[in-house]
C-alpha cells in the first residue's frame, strides 16, 4: 500500500516562494504517476502538476504553468513542488497522489479521480 506524507505549507506573502514535499513510502511497481493537487473552500480539487517517476515526463494546469515546478528525488522516492510568485488565489489544502503508471495516460495525470492513492494535505495561505 502506497503511503504518501505532505510538508512544507505554511503561510506566505504575495510573490513570495514555497516548497511543498511528498515523502512516499510502500512502492510496489516500478513506476508511478505522481500529481499534485489543490482544494480551496467551496472549490472542487484541482490537478495543478503531474511526473511519471520513470521518465520524468511533467504536465501542469494552466493555473501554474510558468510559476510551479514539480519534481522528484527517485532515490529518497519524495516529490516537490517548487511554488514561486504565489498569489492570494494559490491558497488552498495542498495534497500529493499516486498511481501506477501502467495503463495511466497523461490525459489522466491532472484528474484527481484516477488517482489511488492520496496524502492528508499540507495548506498553503498565500496573503495579499
Known amino acids: 500500500q502506497v503511503q504518501l506524507v505532505e510538508s512544507g505549507g505554511g503561510s506566505v506573502q504575495a510573490g513570495g516562494s514555497l516548497r511543498l514535499s511528498c515523502a512516499a513510502s510502500g512502492y510496489t511497481y516500478s513506476s508511478y504517476c505522481m500529481g499534485w493537487f489543490r482544494q480551496a473552500p467551496g472549490k472542487e480539487r484541482e490537478g495543478i502538476a503531474a511526473?511519471?517517476?520513470?521518465?520524468?515526463?511533467?504536465n501542469y494546469a494552466d493555473s501554474v504553468k510558468g510559476r510551479f515546478t514539480i519534481s522528484q528525488d527517485n532515490a529518497k522516492k519524495t516529490l516537490f513542488l517548487q511554488m514561486n510568485t504565489l498569489k492570494p488565489e494559490d491558497t488552498a489544502m495542498y495534497y500529493c497522489?499516486?498511481?501506477?503508471?501502467?495503463?495511466?495516460?497523461?490525459?489522466?495525470?491532472?484528474?484527481?479521480?484516477?488517482?489511488?492513492?492520496w496524502g492528508q494535505g499540507t495548506q498553503v495561505t498565500v496573503s495579499s
Open positions: 511526473i511519471y517517476t520513470d521518465s520524468g515526463s511533467t
Open positions: 497522489a499516486a498511481h501506477e503508471a501502467d495503463f495511466f495516460p497523461p490525459t489522466f495525470s491532472l484528474l484527481g479521480k484516477k488517482y489511488n492513492y
